[in-house]
């Protein structure tokens, strides 16, 4: 498969998704969705283009006119890139001395009720919003649930992302050693990740010890020592855009006993999660599974963050699997199970998978063994 093939999709699944943001915004009550880059944009057209300080819109009217690329000319070769030329986009590109705001305004109605996406600067959100009418609402209510669901293609590219990740975890012993920093450990982890089919590593998170005691610790001079618990979260892309996350807990050399036994409970926790993952239930009730089992064995305070977050053209998108979030899961849905428990100034662990709602209940996009690992 090509280059430019991997990029994005076929054009007519984002044809489909045009189609659909129409009548989502009409469903709104909005006349127009002003998208500017960011994971709304590659969503709709498969645009990977970067926000600069000059502005580059897509303006989707809900009349079911043509919708519009808004881009200076010197960006136009990005479009290559993107479905735009095969969807029939209508282009309208302009030059440094030339108002691209108005220019947007020109393609609306007076009145024009807008939703904007939430990647949106603000350098461009209030010249926008002045050269429109009334404040812009967000975009996400309306995108939200299209993006919630995915579709096989972007099943398929979790899938990818999963597998590719998982090789990386499979390799841990060739960098995870006593003596090595966490800094240095990070670097033959990030180098695997693009070896293993990543586009770019995202995020690799070395905790060992103590650190791994908090869990948005990214890595440090610390020097790795025997005995040391250390969590590995790392992830990255896969063309086109979407994300591997994946969470795993070794120790270096053999466990306390207490370590042992509180890691078999975070393990039963995470599995009760993923157990419980079907269409019909709510986001709230996977949090409940997870923390229901810590809360049984004594750990309930050690769990200090949601059990999951959803992923797709974001590391962290919709659906939150959080308490409160009432939201009834549907297939299609993708998010991540982690439960963690964390023991300050001692050690953490964490144990991740992304998974996917199916209409039978529920699939794994990652397969590494959960328990702790030895190394």
């Known amino acids: 498969m090509s280059a430019h093939t991997d990029a994005r999709f076929a054009a007519k699944v984002y044809g489909q998704r045009l189609e659909r943001a129409v009548e989502l915004m009409r469903a709104a009550h909005l006349d127009a969705l002003l998208i500017t880059p960011g994971p709304d944009l590659r969503y709709l057209i498969g645009s990977a283009a970067e926000s600069f300080e000059r502005l580059t819109c897509l303006v989707i009217p809900a009349d ?16 290559g890139d993107c479905a735009a030329g095969e969807l029939g986009l ?61 579709d096989e293609a972007e099943i398929d590219a979790l899938r990818r992302a999963g597998a590719a990740i998982d090789r990386v975890h499979a390799r841990m012993g060739e960098f995870l050693r006593a003596g090595r920093t966490e800094a240095e450990v990070s670097a033959d982890i990030t180098a695997a990740i693009i070896e293993e089919g990543h586009t770019e590593a995202a995020f690799v998170i070395v905790g060992s010890g103590p650190h791994g005691a908090d869990p948005h610790h990214e890595v440090s ?7 040391d618990v250390v969590v590995i979260d790392i992830g990255g892309p896969v063309a086109p855009g979407y994300y591997s ?16 036994e509180r890691m078999a409970v975070l393990e039963a926790a995470q599995a009760a999660a993923v157990a419980a ?8 009730s996977i949090d409940a599974a997870a923390r229901a089992v810590l809360a049984d064995a004594g750990l309930g305070e050690a769990f200090i963050h949601r059990t999951g ?64 690992t030895v190394l």
């Open 64 to 79: 079911g006119a043509t919708p519009s690329v808004v881009i200076p000319k010197l960006e136009l070769a990005s479009l």
């Open 221 to 227: 001079d610390r020097v790795i020592e025997a005995g």
């Open 90 to 150: 209508q282009v309208l590109d302009w030059v440094d001395g030339v108002d691209p705001y108005q220019l947007v305004r020109s393609i609306l109605h007076a009145g024009s009720r807008i939703a904007v996406a939430d990647a949106m600067p603000a350098l461009h959100l209030i010249p926008l919003a002045e050269s429109t009418t009334g404040l812009p609402a967000s975009a996400t209510p309306v995108l939200r649930e299209s993006r919630m669901i995915k």
């Open 309 to 372: 977050h959803g992923i797709g053209l974001s590391v962290h998108e919709e659906p939150y699997i959080v308490a409160g979030n009432d939201l009834v899961l549907a297939p299609g849905m993708a998010f991540s199970i982690e439960p963690g428990i964390y023991f300050r100034g001692e050690w953490g662990a964490r144990i991740e998978d992304i998974v996917v709602v199916t209409a039978g209940g529920v699939e794994s996009m990652n397969n590494r063994p959960h328990g702790l």
């Open 245 to 260: 996350d994946s969470t795993r807990t070794y120790v270096l050399g053999t466990p306390s006993p207490e370590i042992v």
């Open 277 to 284: 993952v079907r269409p019909g239930v709510t986001a709230e």
